[in-house]
């Protein structure tokens, strides 16, 4: 199989900025679809990205989202990448209007005006967590860091990487003490046959025992 190349995110930033404040990961529901926002920020925009990302977690909160969450590179990685992860509760969802809605119309103008000077550019990606290939500790507290793996298998290979992550990779996360490992296949957006890889943890060291 075609591995893609690793990211590692982390938010010491954003969750307390423009994360929901009520976010909670416990609140998935199985095997629960989500949009994946990767933006590329420019340099010294930093300040009105989260301006930014604050009007909108107000709206996903007045819309009723459960959580909403973003992080942003650290360490490794490309610098000025975030990542914001929502729920999805159906497609028809997308039937209905925005949060962006829920917005007045000085704030939807002010975000807007905020996104096209600060984001180069993002790309959606719809995609659903695989609770069998998945670890989840149903921890209500959001994570400080999340390891994010991009996975492309080759045409054909997506029954045989889902039987290598579930009887090889699951059972090594296990054994390691990972608390939080989630895989996420790819519906739309993105690759056939791709899937994200999160394994989301406080402390670095916690790396350790999966490298």
């Not at 954003?14 to 926002?37: D, E, F, K, Y």
């Not at 209905?96 to 002010?110: A, C, F, G, N, V």
Request: glycine residues 6%; proline residues 5%.
């Amino acid at each position: 199989m075609q591995i893609g190349k690793r990211h590692v995110f982390a938010a010491p930033l954003l969750w307390g900025a423009a994360v929901i404040a009520t976010s909670n990961v416990a609140a998935q529901t199985p095997n629960q679809m989500i949009r994946i926002a990767t933006s590329k920020v420019k340099l010294g925009m930093l300040s009105d990205y989260q301006e930014g990302q604050k009007l909108l977690n107000a709206a996903y909160k007045k819309a009723g989202s459960p959580w909403r969450e973003v992080w942003s590179s650290s360490l490794f990685g490309e610098a000025g990448v975030y990542v914001s992860v929502s729920p999805v509760s159906s497609m028809a969802q997308f039937d209905s209007p925005s949060p962006m809605s829920q917005m007045s119309l000085e704030d939807r103008l002010k975000y807007q005006n905020l996104s096209r000077n600060c984001i180069e550019s993002t790309r959606y990606v719809l995609g659903q967590t695989v609770d069998a290939l998945s670890i989840r500790s149903q921890r209500t507290t959001p994570p400080k860091y999340a390891r994010v793996l991009n996975v492309q298998t080759k045409p054909g290979k997506q029954v045989e990487f889902e039987s290598f992550v579930k009887t090889i990779v699951l059972p090594a996360m296990k054994n390691a003490g990972v608390k939080d490992y989630w895989v996420i296949r790819t519906l739309m957006g993105g690759g056939v046959g791709s899937y994200t890889e999160l394994t989301i943890f406080d402390k670095w060291d916690e790396i350790d025992a999966i490298l």
